[in-house]
T-cell receptor, first 114, second 115 residues
Framework: DAGVTQSPTHLIKTRGQQVTLRCSPISGHKSVSWYQQVLGQGPQFIFQYYEKEERGRGNFPDRFSARQFPNYSSELNVNALLLGDSALYLC?????????????FGPGTRLLVL | GNSVTQMEGPVTLSEEAFLTINCTYTATGYPSLFWYVQYPGEGLQLLLKATKADDKGSNKGFEATYRKETTSFHLEKGSVQVSDSAVYFCALSDPSSGGSYIPTFGRGTSLIVHP
């Protein structure tokens, strides 16, 4: 089975712009989570979705939003980009049979805000 | 709230040396514990996990034992290789957090192995 896929792999934006990141989970996984990883730090939780419903939200401003589609893929949107939004954005999927807390990560989208 | 504390890196070792990376946690419930590894330019990969006290997770020569009495989950490997050079993250997932299983990660420990 294919792993978690994310697109695009890299992205350069300017302050004030908006960005949409995409994620496809492992086949059969119904839960998707989004994380922000700043250089030298661990992943910081942004959102978790299960069956198209938001199951958790981290301590991020309302400029960050997400959704999950009927095929369990997901999008993360960030509006009014700031320089501090530059980071690696990771998507992870999980399933009940492997344990909901076990996260399977994609390769990430590296966002640079100029 | 939940938290994970890892030893600061970088940890620098020679090939075939013994590795220990310390990890301690605080949690409100009975968490599952994980080690993830991140190679340069990649996402995180699950290395091993343990779901209850005294469980030992193991994979690729790495081991960690869930110690509830000391709230620890230290990562060990008997003989490291250059290819083990990466950043290692300790994490916990606590279903008591409203049933949402949202993981909490440590800051990561960089391991550098020299030939």
């Amino acid at each position: 089975d294919a792993g978690v896929t994310q697109s695009p792999t890299h992205l350069i934006k300017t302050r004030g712009q908006q960005v949409t990141l995409r994620c496809s989970p492992i086949s059969g996984h119904k839960s998707v989570s989004w994380y922000q990883q700043v250089l030298g730090q661990g992943p910081q939780f942004i959102f978790q979705y299960y069956e198209k419903e938001e199951r958790g939200r981290g301590n991020f401003p309302d400029r960050f939003s997400a959704r999950q589609f009927p095929n369990y893929s997901s999008e993360l949107n960030v509006n009014a980009l700031l320089l501090g939004d530059s980071a690696l954005y990771l998507c992870a999927s999980s399933s009940e049979d492997r344990g909901w807390g076990t996260q399977y990560f994609g390769p990430g989208t590296r966002l640079l805000v100029l | 709230g939940n938290s994970v504390t890892q030893m600061e890196g970088p940890v620098t070792l020679s090939e075939e040396a013994f590795l220990t990376i310390n990890c301690t946690y605080t949690a409100t419930g009975y968490p599952s514990l994980f080690w993830y590894v991140q190679y340069p330019g990649e996402g995180l990969q699950l290395l091993l996990k343990a779901t209850k006290a005294d469980d030992k997770g193991s994979n690729k020569g790495f081991e960690a034992t869930y110690r509830k009495e000391t709230t620890s989950f230290h990562l060990e490997k008997g003989s490291v290789q250059v290819s083990d050079s990466a950043v290692y993250f300790c994490a916990l997932s606590d279903p008591s957090s409203g049933g949402s299983y949202i993981p909490t990660f440590g800051r990561g420990t960089s391991l550098i192995v020299h030939p």
